[in-house]
C-alpha cells in the first residue's frame, strides 16, 4: 500500500530494543516535529480551507502522540532527552524540488510529508511485529495506523491541489529517490535511523 521501494530489515527492532530510553525519546520528536510542519503548512496555504480543517485534526493528534509517548518515558522513569536531528528527514528535504509557484511548493511539501508518515508507518509496523516489549508492541500498532491515515491525508492533499501537476510523477521519483536513501538507514535506535 505504502510504495515503499525498501523495507525495513526486522533486525532493525532487535536493535531498538537494545535501548529502548533513545527510541522514545526519538520517537516523541519526530511527533513533535510532525505537529509542526503541518502547523507550517496551515500558515503558508490558509487559503484552502479543507487543508486547514485537517491539518488542524492531523496537528493535534501528533502533538496526542507526543504526550503519549512522554508519558510512557515517565512511566518507565526515563527522561526526555534533547531533541535530534533526523538525518534521514535532512536527506529527503535536499532532494525536495526548490523554487516554481506556491502551488508546486505546497504539493512538493505534502509529498514530503506524506513520505516521512509512510516510512514511519512502515516502522511502526516493524516495530509492533518485532519487539518483545507487549506494551510497546501494541502501542506501535495503533500508530501504524494513524500514520498511515496521514500519510493518505498528505498524498489525497497533493493530488487535490496538484491541478496541471503531474503529482503520481512526482509521488514515483520521491520513492525511488527516497529508496535510496533508506539504504544508509536502519542501523541505529532512532526511527528512521
Known amino acids: 500500500m505504502l510504495g515503499l521501494k525498501l523495507a525495513t530489515d526486522p533486525r532493525w527492532a532487535k536493535l531498538v530494543e537494545t535501548n529502548i530510553e533513545e527510541i522514545l525519546t526519538d520517537h516523541a520528536w519526530c511527533e513533535q516535529k510532525a505537529a509542526t510542519n503541518a502547523i507550517t503548512i496551515i500558515s503558508l496555504n490558509s487559503e484552502h480551507e479543507e487543508l486547514v480543517t485537517e491539518l488542524l485534526k492531523l496537528a493535534q493528534e501528533e502533538l496526542e502522540h507526543f504526550q503519549m509517548v512522554h508519558d510512557i518515558i515517565k512511566q518507565r522513569g526515563y527522561t526526555l532527552g534533547r531533541e535530534r536531528k533526523d538525518s534521514y528527514v535532512n536527506e529527503l528535504f535536499k532532494i525536495q524540488m526548490k523554487g516554481g509557484s506556491r502551488q508546486q511548493a505546497l504539493v512538493n511539501r505534502l509529498l514530503f510529508s506524506a513520505m516521512i508518515e509512510a516510512r514511519?508507518?512502515?516502522?511502526?509496523k516493524v516495530l509492533s511485529e518485532n519487539i518483545k516489549d507487549e506494551e510497546l508492541s501494541k502501542f506501535y500498532k495503533e500508530l501504524m495506523i494513524s500514520e498511515a491515515g496521514h500519510y493518505t491525508?498528505?498524498?489525497g492533499f497533493a493530488r487535490k491541489y496538484g491541478?496541471?501537476?503531474d503529482v503520481d510523477a512526482l509521488w514515483k521519483d520521491l520513492l525511488a529517490a527516497e529508496g535510496e536513501i533508506i539504504k544508509n538507514y536502519g542501523k541505529s535506535e532512532t526511527i528512521h535511523g
Do not use: P
Open 163 to 165: 491541478g496541471g501537476i
Open 153 to 155: 491525508t498528505f498524498l
Open 120 to 124: 514511519s508507518c512502515e516502522r511502526f
